[in-house]
Protein backbone atom coordinates (compact mmCIF):
# COMPACT_ATOMS: atom_id res chain seq x y z
CA UNK A 1 0.00 0.00 0.00
CA UNK A 2 1.66 3.08 -1.42
CA UNK A 3 1.35 6.11 1.89
CA UNK A 4 2.72 9.77 1.22
CA UNK A 5 2.46 12.06 3.80
CA UNK A 6 -0.35 15.23 4.01
CA UNK A 7 0.92 18.81 4.76
CA UNK A 8 1.92 18.75 8.79
CA UNK A 9 -0.17 20.25 11.18
CA UNK A 10 -2.35 22.33 7.76
CA UNK A 11 -6.41 22.20 9.25
CA UNK A 12 -8.99 22.90 6.26
CA UNK A 13 -10.69 25.37 9.19
CA UNK A 14 -8.77 28.29 10.22
CA UNK A 15 -7.18 28.01 14.18
CA UNK A 16 -8.82 30.14 16.57
CA UNK A 17 -6.26 31.46 19.06
CA UNK A 18 -5.97 30.03 21.84
CA UNK A 19 -7.14 26.21 20.12
CA UNK A 20 -5.55 23.29 21.87
CA UNK A 21 -3.14 22.42 18.84
CA UNK A 22 -3.63 18.25 18.09
CA UNK A 23 -0.91 17.71 20.01
CA UNK A 24 -1.68 19.02 22.79
CA UNK A 25 -5.12 17.96 22.83
CA UNK A 26 -3.60 14.46 22.20
CA UNK A 27 -1.48 14.93 25.24
CA UNK A 28 -4.38 15.97 27.40
CA UNK A 29 -6.55 13.15 26.37
CA UNK A 30 -3.54 10.89 27.47
CA UNK A 31 -3.12 12.61 30.53
CA UNK A 32 -6.87 12.30 31.24
CA UNK A 33 -7.29 8.00 30.26
CA UNK A 34 -3.70 7.40 32.38
CA UNK A 35 -5.18 8.93 35.33
CA UNK A 36 -8.95 7.29 34.83
CA UNK A 37 -7.11 3.76 34.53
CA UNK A 38 -4.84 4.45 37.61
CA UNK A 39 -8.06 4.99 39.10
CA UNK A 40 -9.72 1.87 37.66
CA UNK A 41 -6.53 -0.08 39.53
CA UNK A 42 -6.09 1.14 42.46
CA UNK A 43 -10.14 1.01 43.17
CA UNK A 44 -9.93 -2.52 42.05
CA UNK A 45 -6.82 -3.40 44.00
CA UNK A 46 -7.67 -1.62 47.22
CA UNK A 47 -11.31 -2.73 48.20
CA UNK A 48 -10.50 -6.48 47.91
CA UNK A 49 -12.94 -9.10 47.94
CA UNK A 50 -15.88 -6.40 47.01
CA UNK A 51 -14.99 -4.88 44.48
CA UNK A 52 -17.15 -1.71 43.09
CA UNK A 53 -16.16 -2.83 40.24
CA UNK A 54 -17.83 -6.39 40.18
CA UNK A 55 -21.29 -4.89 38.72
CA UNK A 56 -19.39 -3.62 36.08
CA UNK A 57 -17.21 -7.14 35.84
CA UNK A 58 -20.61 -9.03 35.56
CA UNK A 59 -22.58 -6.59 32.69
CA UNK A 60 -19.64 -7.13 30.77
CA UNK A 61 -19.47 -10.84 31.78
CA UNK A 62 -23.04 -11.48 30.81
CA UNK A 63 -22.34 -9.84 27.72
CA UNK A 64 -18.96 -11.42 26.34
CA UNK A 65 -19.66 -14.68 28.08
CA UNK A 66 -22.19 -15.96 25.57
CA UNK A 67 -20.41 -14.46 22.73
CA UNK A 68 -17.15 -16.69 24.17
CA UNK A 69 -19.75 -19.91 24.09
CA UNK A 70 -20.92 -18.56 20.71
CA UNK A 71 -17.99 -18.30 19.02
CA UNK A 72 -16.66 -21.55 20.69
CA UNK A 73 -19.98 -23.43 19.39
CA UNK A 74 -19.35 -22.02 16.29
CA UNK A 75 -15.33 -23.59 15.80
CA UNK A 76 -16.22 -26.79 17.69
CA UNK A 77 -16.80 -28.22 14.84
CA UNK A 78 -12.78 -27.66 13.79
CA UNK A 79 -11.41 -28.10 17.18
CA UNK A 80 -13.89 -31.34 17.94
CA UNK A 81 -12.37 -33.50 14.58
CA UNK A 82 -9.99 -35.24 17.07
CA UNK A 83 -12.31 -36.42 19.35
CA UNK A 84 -15.72 -36.15 18.86
CA UNK A 85 -17.68 -38.48 21.20
CA UNK A 86 -16.87 -36.88 24.69
CA UNK A 87 -20.53 -37.21 25.47
CA UNK A 88 -22.05 -37.31 28.99
CA UNK A 89 -21.65 -40.71 28.86
CA UNK A 90 -18.29 -40.64 29.12
CA UNK A 91 -18.52 -38.02 31.77
CA UNK A 92 -20.20 -41.18 33.66
CA UNK A 93 -17.49 -43.34 33.25
CA UNK A 94 -15.25 -40.94 34.24
CA UNK A 95 -16.87 -40.67 37.64
CA UNK A 96 -17.18 -43.91 37.47
CA UNK A 97 -13.24 -44.31 37.57
CA UNK A 98 -12.63 -41.37 39.61
CA UNK A 99 -14.33 -43.26 42.30
CA UNK A 100 -12.51 -46.50 41.44
CA UNK A 101 -9.50 -44.21 42.08
CA UNK A 102 -10.91 -42.90 45.29
CA UNK A 103 -11.51 -47.02 46.48
CA UNK A 104 -8.08 -47.61 45.37
CA UNK A 105 -6.24 -44.72 47.52
CA UNK A 106 -8.57 -45.62 50.95
CA UNK A 107 -7.00 -49.07 50.37
CA UNK A 108 -3.89 -47.77 50.46
CA UNK A 109 -4.77 -45.38 53.50
CA UNK A 110 -5.83 -48.43 55.10
CA UNK A 111 -2.78 -50.46 54.25
CA UNK A 112 -0.23 -47.74 55.62
CA UNK A 113 0.91 -47.44 59.36
CA UNK A 114 -0.88 -44.02 60.26
CA UNK A 115 -3.12 -43.33 62.90
CA UNK A 116 -6.10 -45.16 63.85
CA UNK A 117 -7.93 -42.17 65.07
CA UNK A 118 -7.20 -40.52 62.15
CA UNK A 119 -8.07 -43.37 59.76
CA UNK A 120 -11.42 -43.36 61.75
CA UNK A 121 -11.97 -40.12 60.87
CA UNK A 122 -10.79 -40.20 57.44
CA UNK A 123 -13.19 -42.95 56.78
CA UNK A 124 -15.89 -41.29 58.02
CA UNK A 125 -14.71 -38.74 56.10
CA UNK A 126 -15.06 -40.55 52.84
CA UNK A 127 -18.20 -42.39 53.48
CA UNK A 128 -19.98 -39.19 53.98
CA UNK A 129 -18.78 -38.33 50.63
CA UNK A 130 -19.81 -41.61 49.32
CA UNK A 131 -23.06 -40.92 51.17
CA UNK A 132 -24.05 -37.60 49.86
CA UNK A 133 -21.93 -38.26 46.44
CA UNK A 134 -20.36 -35.59 44.34
CA UNK A 135 -23.12 -33.86 41.94
CA UNK A 136 -21.63 -32.55 38.81
CA UNK A 137 -22.70 -30.17 36.64
CA UNK A 138 -20.70 -30.49 33.33
CA UNK A 139 -19.70 -27.79 31.04
CA UNK A 140 -17.31 -26.92 28.59
CA UNK A 141 -14.03 -25.02 28.79
CA UNK A 142 -14.79 -22.12 25.62
CA UNK A 143 -12.14 -19.49 26.68
CA UNK A 144 -8.56 -19.18 27.44
CA UNK A 145 -6.89 -16.38 29.47
CA UNK A 146 -3.89 -15.51 27.66
CA UNK A 147 -0.47 -16.21 29.26
CA UNK A 148 0.34 -12.41 28.75
CA UNK A 149 -2.15 -11.56 31.30
CA UNK A 150 -0.22 -14.35 34.23
CA UNK A 151 -2.64 -15.14 35.58
CA UNK A 152 -4.27 -18.95 34.64
CA UNK A 153 -8.40 -18.69 33.69
CA UNK A 154 -10.99 -20.25 31.73
CA UNK A 155 -14.32 -19.54 30.97
CA UNK A 156 -16.63 -22.40 30.82
CA UNK A 157 -19.97 -22.39 29.42
CA UNK A 158 -22.24 -22.99 32.35
CA UNK A 159 -23.37 -20.51 34.91
CA UNK A 160 -25.75 -19.07 38.31
CA UNK A 161 -28.54 -20.63 35.61
CA UNK A 162 -26.94 -24.23 36.38
CA UNK A 163 -26.29 -24.07 39.67
CA UNK A 164 -22.57 -23.07 39.32
CA UNK A 165 -21.54 -20.52 42.16
CA UNK A 166 -18.49 -19.25 43.30
CA UNK A 167 -16.08 -21.17 45.37
CA UNK A 168 -17.26 -24.41 43.83
CA UNK A 169 -14.74 -27.69 42.58
CA UNK A 170 -14.16 -28.01 38.89
CA UNK A 171 -12.67 -31.17 37.88
CA UNK A 172 -12.13 -33.50 35.25
CA UNK A 173 -11.75 -36.92 34.34
CA UNK A 174 -7.99 -36.70 34.84
CA UNK A 175 -8.22 -34.62 37.90
CA UNK A 176 -8.46 -31.54 40.06
CA UNK A 177 -8.98 -28.20 37.48
CA UNK A 178 -9.70 -25.51 39.50
CA UNK A 179 -12.17 -23.27 41.03
CA UNK A 180 -15.03 -20.79 40.30
CA UNK A 181 -13.87 -17.43 41.17
CA UNK A 182 -16.65 -15.60 39.55
CA UNK A 183 -20.07 -17.10 37.63
CA UNK A 184 -22.37 -14.78 35.35
CA UNK A 185 -25.70 -16.22 34.21
CA UNK A 186 -24.12 -18.50 31.68
CA UNK A 187 -20.84 -18.26 31.94
CA UNK A 188 -18.46 -19.08 34.52
CA UNK A 189 -14.55 -17.77 35.47
CA UNK A 190 -12.24 -20.85 36.88
CA UNK A 191 -9.26 -20.10 38.07
CA UNK A 192 -6.60 -23.23 37.39
CA UNK A 193 -4.77 -24.78 40.29
CA UNK A 194 -1.42 -24.02 38.07
CA UNK A 195 -2.01 -20.10 38.69
CA UNK A 196 0.42 -18.22 40.85
CA UNK A 197 -2.42 -17.32 42.92
CA UNK A 198 -4.09 -20.78 43.58
CA UNK A 199 -3.31 -22.51 46.84
CA UNK A 200 -4.60 -26.02 47.15
CA UNK A 201 -4.66 -28.26 50.51
CA UNK A 202 -3.52 -31.45 49.62
CA UNK A 203 -3.03 -34.90 51.22
CA UNK A 204 0.26 -37.65 49.97
CA UNK A 205 -1.73 -40.72 49.04
CA UNK A 206 0.46 -43.06 50.53
CA UNK A 207 0.82 -41.59 54.34
CA UNK A 208 -1.84 -38.64 54.62
CA UNK A 209 0.43 -36.02 55.19
CA UNK A 210 -0.80 -32.62 54.76
CA UNK A 211 0.29 -29.88 52.82
CA UNK A 212 -0.54 -26.92 50.39
CA UNK A 213 -0.01 -26.68 46.87
CA UNK A 214 0.96 -23.29 45.22
CA UNK A 215 0.78 -22.65 41.52
CA UNK A 216 3.94 -21.97 39.82
CA UNK A 217 1.81 -20.10 36.68
CA UNK A 218 3.12 -22.41 33.39
CA UNK A 219 0.40 -24.37 31.57
CA UNK A 220 2.49 -26.54 29.35
CA UNK A 221 4.21 -29.44 29.73
CA UNK A 222 6.24 -27.75 32.06
CA UNK A 223 3.03 -26.80 34.43
CA UNK A 224 4.09 -27.68 37.42
CA UNK A 225 2.90 -27.41 41.47
CA UNK A 226 5.08 -26.85 44.54
CA UNK A 227 3.73 -29.08 47.34
CA UNK A 228 5.09 -27.26 50.58
CA UNK A 229 4.41 -30.19 53.45
CA UNK A 230 3.22 -29.24 57.47
CA UNK A 231 5.33 -31.61 58.61
CA UNK A 232 9.53 -30.83 57.44
CA UNK A 233 10.54 -34.29 58.67
CA UNK A 234 7.90 -36.30 55.82
CA UNK A 235 10.00 -36.94 52.57
CA UNK A 236 7.43 -37.64 50.08
CA UNK A 237 8.38 -40.45 47.34
CA UNK A 238 8.18 -40.22 44.06
CA UNK A 239 5.42 -41.11 41.86
CA UNK A 240 3.49 -40.83 45.12
CA UNK A 241 -0.48 -39.65 44.22
CA UNK A 242 -1.73 -36.27 45.97
CA UNK A 243 -5.03 -35.77 46.50
CA UNK A 244 -7.21 -32.89 47.68
CA UNK A 245 -7.62 -32.26 51.28
CA UNK A 246 -10.88 -30.83 51.24
CA UNK A 247 -11.98 -28.18 52.97
CA UNK A 248 -15.51 -27.16 55.41
CA UNK A 249 -18.22 -27.92 53.09
CA UNK A 250 -16.15 -28.57 50.30
CA UNK A 251 -15.94 -24.92 49.55
CA UNK A 252 -13.75 -23.97 47.70
CA UNK A 253 -12.02 -27.70 47.47
CA UNK A 254 -13.89 -31.03 48.11
CA UNK A 255 -11.64 -33.81 49.38
CA UNK A 256 -10.56 -36.82 47.63
CA UNK A 257 -9.72 -35.52 44.22
CA UNK A 258 -6.39 -36.29 42.38
CA UNK A 259 -4.25 -33.70 41.82
CA UNK A 260 -1.15 -35.20 40.82
CA UNK A 261 1.93 -37.26 41.33
CA UNK A 262 5.21 -35.79 42.85
CA UNK A 263 8.11 -35.83 40.17
CA UNK A 264 10.97 -34.85 42.89
CA UNK A 265 11.80 -33.38 45.87
CA UNK A 266 13.99 -30.49 46.42
CA UNK A 267 15.47 -29.35 49.45
CA UNK A 268 16.77 -26.26 50.08
CA UNK A 269 19.91 -25.87 52.43
CA UNK A 270 18.79 -22.71 54.17
CA UNK A 271 15.44 -23.62 55.10
CA UNK A 272 14.83 -27.00 56.78
CA UNK A 273 11.75 -27.56 54.70
CA UNK A 274 11.61 -30.07 51.59
CA UNK A 275 9.64 -28.78 48.17
CA UNK A 276 8.05 -31.62 46.58
CA UNK A 277 7.52 -30.57 42.76
CA UNK A 278 3.70 -32.47 41.92
CA UNK A 279 3.33 -32.62 37.95
CA UNK A 280 -0.68 -32.33 37.82
CA UNK A 281 -2.77 -35.47 35.98
CA UNK A 282 -4.81 -32.24 34.23
CA UNK A 283 -3.56 -31.31 30.93
CA UNK A 284 -3.94 -27.84 31.20
CA UNK A 285 -3.57 -26.15 27.53
CA UNK A 286 -6.18 -29.67 26.34
CA UNK A 287 -8.99 -28.51 28.76
CA UNK A 288 -12.34 -29.14 27.30
CA UNK A 289 -15.13 -30.55 29.26
CA UNK A 290 -15.06 -30.06 32.57
CA UNK A 291 -17.20 -31.24 35.73
CA UNK A 292 -18.53 -28.58 38.36
CA UNK A 293 -19.12 -30.30 42.08
CA UNK A 294 -22.48 -28.58 42.91
CA UNK A 295 -24.40 -29.71 46.48
CA UNK A 296 -26.88 -32.53 45.90
CA UNK A 297 -30.06 -31.58 44.59
CA UNK A 298 -28.89 -28.84 42.87
CA UNK A 299 -31.25 -28.10 39.79
CA UNK A 300 -30.63 -26.10 36.96
CA UNK A 301 -31.18 -25.71 33.12
CA UNK A 302 -28.55 -28.71 32.26
CA UNK A 303 -28.87 -32.46 33.50
CA UNK A 304 -26.97 -33.06 37.20
CA UNK A 305 -24.69 -36.50 36.64
CA UNK A 306 -24.82 -37.66 40.25
CA UNK A 307 -22.05 -40.48 41.80
CA UNK A 308 -24.43 -43.86 41.27
CA UNK A 309 -27.23 -43.58 38.63
CA UNK A 310 -28.00 -40.39 36.65
CA UNK A 311 -30.37 -38.60 37.86
CA UNK B 1 -23.39 7.69 11.00
CA UNK B 2 -21.19 8.73 13.70
CA UNK B 3 -23.12 5.98 15.54
CA UNK B 4 -22.57 3.32 13.60
CA UNK B 5 -18.99 4.11 13.32
CA UNK B 6 -18.92 3.63 16.88
CA UNK B 7 -20.67 0.11 16.99
CA UNK B 8 -18.52 -0.93 14.29
CA UNK B 9 -15.33 -0.22 15.81
CA UNK B 10 -16.64 -1.95 19.29
CA UNK B 11 -17.32 -4.72 17.31
CA UNK B 12 -13.85 -4.97 15.96
CA UNK B 13 -12.48 -4.66 19.81
CA UNK B 14 -15.05 -7.53 20.62
CA UNK B 15 -13.90 -9.95 18.00
CA UNK B 16 -10.41 -9.09 18.87
CA UNK B 17 -10.79 -9.85 22.43
CA UNK B 18 -13.13 -12.95 21.82
CA UNK B 19 -11.01 -14.47 18.83
CA UNK B 20 -7.57 -13.78 21.13
CA UNK B 21 -9.20 -15.81 24.28
CA UNK B 22 -11.85 -18.34 22.18
CA UNK B 23 -9.93 -19.08 19.28
CA UNK B 24 -6.33 -18.29 19.27
CA UNK B 25 -6.18 -21.24 22.49
CA UNK B 26 -5.99 -23.97 20.24
CA UNK B 27 -3.03 -22.28 18.78
CA UNK B 28 -1.35 -21.03 21.47
CA UNK B 29 2.49 -21.56 22.17
CA UNK B 30 2.85 -22.70 25.81
CA UNK B 31 -0.28 -20.41 26.66
CA UNK B 32 0.87 -16.88 24.91
CA UNK B 33 -1.77 -16.02 22.10
CA UNK B 34 -1.46 -13.27 19.68
CA UNK B 35 -2.86 -9.60 21.45
CA UNK B 36 -5.19 -8.96 18.44
CA UNK B 37 -6.48 -6.05 20.82
CA UNK B 38 -2.92 -4.54 20.71
CA UNK B 39 -2.47 -5.06 17.20
CA UNK B 40 -5.20 -2.76 16.35
CA UNK B 41 -4.73 -0.35 18.54
CA UNK B 42 -1.16 0.55 16.96
CA UNK B 43 -2.75 0.51 13.42
CA UNK B 44 -5.30 2.74 15.01
CA UNK B 45 -2.78 4.97 15.78
CA UNK B 46 -0.93 4.38 12.85
CA UNK B 47 -4.18 5.29 10.89
CA UNK B 48 -5.63 7.94 12.92
CA UNK B 49 -3.10 9.43 15.60
CA UNK B 50 -2.22 9.38 18.93
CA UNK B 51 -5.94 10.67 20.30
CA UNK B 52 -7.80 8.52 18.65
CA UNK B 53 -5.71 5.54 19.42
CA UNK B 54 -5.52 6.25 23.15
CA UNK B 55 -9.64 5.97 23.69
CA UNK B 56 -9.53 3.21 21.67
CA UNK B 57 -6.78 1.35 23.45
CA UNK B 58 -8.61 2.61 26.43
CA UNK B 59 -11.71 0.70 25.31
CA UNK B 60 -10.04 -2.21 24.28
CA UNK B 61 -8.15 -2.67 27.30
CA UNK B 62 -11.19 -2.10 29.94
CA UNK B 63 -12.79 -4.93 27.82
CA UNK B 64 -9.61 -7.22 27.96
CA UNK B 65 -9.51 -6.51 31.70
CA UNK B 66 -13.41 -7.57 32.26
CA UNK B 67 -14.53 -10.08 30.03
CA UNK B 68 -14.82 -13.57 31.37
CA UNK B 69 -11.45 -15.31 31.68
CA UNK B 70 -9.93 -12.09 33.20
CA UNK B 71 -8.72 -12.36 36.94
CA UNK B 72 -6.68 -9.63 36.99
CA UNK B 73 -6.83 -5.71 38.60
CA UNK B 74 -8.90 -4.10 36.40
CA UNK B 75 -7.54 -1.30 34.28
CA UNK B 76 -4.09 -2.72 34.08
CA UNK B 77 -4.83 -3.58 30.47
CA UNK B 78 -6.40 -0.57 29.27
CA UNK B 79 -3.16 1.47 31.37
CA UNK B 80 -0.67 -0.32 29.26
CA UNK B 81 -2.79 -0.13 25.74
CA UNK B 82 -3.43 3.84 26.53
CA UNK B 83 0.26 4.08 26.83
CA UNK B 84 0.90 2.43 23.63
CA UNK B 85 -1.56 3.80 21.61
CA UNK B 86 -0.13 7.59 22.43
CA UNK B 87 3.68 6.09 21.86
CA UNK B 88 2.58 4.65 18.23
CA UNK B 89 0.64 7.96 17.47
CA UNK B 90 4.00 9.95 17.84
CA UNK B 91 5.97 7.88 15.91
CA UNK B 92 3.24 7.13 12.77
CA UNK B 93 5.12 9.80 10.86
CA UNK B 94 7.74 6.96 10.27
CA UNK B 95 5.11 4.12 10.96
CA UNK B 96 2.90 4.57 8.22
CA UNK B 97 4.80 4.83 5.24
CA UNK B 98 5.52 1.22 4.77
CA UNK B 99 3.65 -2.02 5.68
CA UNK B 100 7.51 -3.14 6.94
CA UNK B 101 7.58 -0.68 9.28
CA UNK B 102 4.37 -0.46 10.64
CA UNK B 103 4.92 -4.36 11.47
CA UNK B 104 7.51 -2.92 13.60
CA UNK B 105 6.03 -0.95 15.08
CA UNK B 106 3.52 -3.02 16.08
CA UNK B 107 6.38 -5.73 17.55
CA UNK B 108 7.40 -2.68 19.86
CA UNK B 109 4.32 -1.85 20.64
CA UNK B 110 3.73 -5.43 21.60
CA UNK B 111 6.82 -5.28 23.60
CA UNK B 112 6.02 -2.29 25.69
CA UNK B 113 2.17 -3.27 26.39
CA UNK B 114 2.90 -6.76 27.78
CA UNK B 115 6.22 -5.27 29.80
CA UNK B 116 3.95 -2.51 31.42
CA UNK B 117 1.09 -5.11 32.02
CA UNK B 118 3.89 -7.31 33.53
CA UNK B 119 5.62 -4.54 35.53
CA UNK B 120 2.26 -3.43 36.76
CA UNK B 121 1.63 -6.45 37.95
CA UNK B 122 4.91 -6.97 39.82
CA UNK B 123 4.00 -3.23 41.45
CA UNK B 124 0.65 -4.33 42.63
CA UNK B 125 1.53 -8.35 43.40
CA UNK B 126 -1.36 -9.59 41.13
CA UNK B 127 -0.54 -12.72 39.02
CA UNK B 128 3.15 -12.13 38.79
CA UNK B 129 6.12 -14.94 37.69
CA UNK B 130 9.08 -15.59 38.03
CA UNK B 131 11.09 -12.55 35.90
CA UNK B 132 12.85 -15.14 33.44
CA UNK B 133 9.28 -16.79 33.09
CA UNK B 134 7.96 -13.21 32.57
CA UNK B 135 10.47 -12.50 29.83
CA UNK B 136 9.91 -15.82 28.04
CA UNK B 137 6.23 -14.81 27.93
CA UNK B 138 6.80 -11.45 26.64
CA UNK B 139 9.60 -12.44 23.61
CA UNK B 140 6.72 -14.89 22.66
CA UNK B 141 4.19 -12.81 22.42
CA UNK B 142 6.19 -10.15 20.27
CA UNK B 143 7.01 -12.99 18.30
CA UNK B 144 3.53 -14.04 17.74
CA UNK B 145 2.21 -10.58 17.04
CA UNK B 146 5.37 -9.84 14.62
CA UNK B 147 4.03 -12.75 12.76
CA UNK B 148 0.56 -12.15 12.65
CA UNK B 149 1.06 -8.07 12.13
CA UNK B 150 1.94 -8.92 7.86
CA UNK B 151 -1.37 -9.92 7.43
CA UNK B 152 -3.57 -8.43 9.57
CA UNK B 153 -2.26 -4.48 9.34
CA UNK B 154 -3.13 -4.31 5.71
CA UNK B 155 -6.51 -4.93 6.58
CA UNK B 156 -6.80 -3.47 9.53
CA UNK B 157 -5.55 -0.38 7.48
CA UNK B 158 -8.23 -0.49 4.96
CA UNK B 159 -11.31 -1.61 7.41
CA UNK B 160 -10.16 1.92 9.96
CA UNK B 161 -9.48 4.32 6.75
CA UNK B 162 -13.03 3.00 5.20
CA UNK B 163 -14.69 4.16 9.19
CA UNK B 164 -13.26 7.26 8.97
CA UNK B 165 -15.51 10.57 8.36
CA UNK B 166 -16.20 11.98 4.76
CA UNK B 167 -13.80 14.57 4.93
CA UNK B 168 -12.46 14.46 8.28
CA UNK B 169 -11.45 17.54 9.87
CA UNK B 170 -9.37 16.17 12.34
CA UNK B 171 -6.01 17.76 12.60
CA UNK B 172 -4.59 14.47 13.13
CA UNK B 173 -5.10 13.15 10.00
CA UNK B 174 -1.33 13.36 8.78
CA UNK B 175 -1.48 10.44 6.78
CA UNK B 176 -3.01 9.98 3.60
CA UNK B 177 -3.90 6.87 1.73
CA UNK B 178 -2.46 7.23 -2.07
CA UNK B 179 -4.26 4.54 -4.06
Not at chain 1, 94 to 116: F, G, I
Request: aromatic share 4%; charged share 20%.
Amino acid sequence: MARAWGAPGRRPRSPRPGDPSPDQRARRVFAVLVLACLTLITLDARSGAGSPLDPVRAVVGNVMGPAESATAGAFRPFTDLGDALRTNHKLRGDMARLEADNARLRAQASTAPVDRKRLAELDGLTRTVADTGYSLVAARVVAMGPEQSFSRTVTIDAGTSSGVRKDMTVLDNDGLVGRVVSATHSTATVLLIVDTGSVVGGRLGTNLEIGFLRGRGAVGNDGRLALDLVDDSVVPSRDDVVVTWGSKDGVPYVAGIPIGRVESVVSSPRQSSRLAIIKPFVDFTALDVVGVVVPKGTTGDRPVLTAGAPQ
Amino acid sequence: MTALRGVVLAGLIGVAVVAQVVVFRYFSIEGVVPDLALILVVVAAIDRGPQFATVLGFAAGLLLDLAPPADHVAGRWALAFVVVGFLAGRVRRDAGSSTLTAVLVVGAGSFVGTSLFAFSGLLLHDGSLPVDQMLRVIVTSVLWDLLLAPLLVPVLLLVLSSLRPPGDRSADQRVRVVH
